[in-house]
């Protein structure tokens, strides 16, 4: 799996990234695991048109010092789709920029 990872995170600061994606993304049945969707404008051209699998977003795994921003963009409608694949350059930006932006927010500094 590809994916952006931030680590060696105290656990203060993992409790304020969870409640921030608490407030901020949806949340999985799974505890640690959140989803983020991605912009109309950002979605390639095979995901803006299955509209049925609408919304695209990528997955927030949260370990104990550690974050993973997956760089799969799935959907969550359907498990199985030709529109599932890893990342563009600008769903990857996208991406990275949230988890910065996040950063800055939070004050945590890596």
Same mark, same amino acid.
């Given at each position: 799996?590809? %994916?952006?990872?931030?680590?060696?995170? +105290? %656990?203060? +600061?993992?409790?304020?990234?969870? *409640?921030f994606l608490k407030e901020n993304t949806s949340q999985s049945t799974m505890e640690q695991l959140f989803w983020v969707e991605f912009p109309q404008d950002l979605l390639n051209p095979l995901q803006f048109q299955h509209t049925a699998c609408q919304p695209?977003?990528?997955?927030?795994?949260?370990?104990? @010092?550690?974050?993973?921003?997956?760089?799969?963009? *799935?959907?969550?409608?359907?498990?199985?789709? @030709?529109?599932t694949a890893y990342c563009t350059n600008s769903q990857r930006d996208y991406i990275i920029n949230f988890a910065d932006g996040m950063l800055d927010q939070l004050n945590i500094g890596t």
């Open positions: 799996m590809k %994916a952006y990872v931030l680590d060696e995170i +105290n %656990a203060e +600061n993992i409790k304020k990234i969870i *409640r695209h977003a990528f997955a927030i795994e949260i370990g104990l @010092d550690w974050v993973k921003l997956e760089f799969l963009v *799935r959907s969550l409608e359907t498990m199985k789709c @030709d529109c």
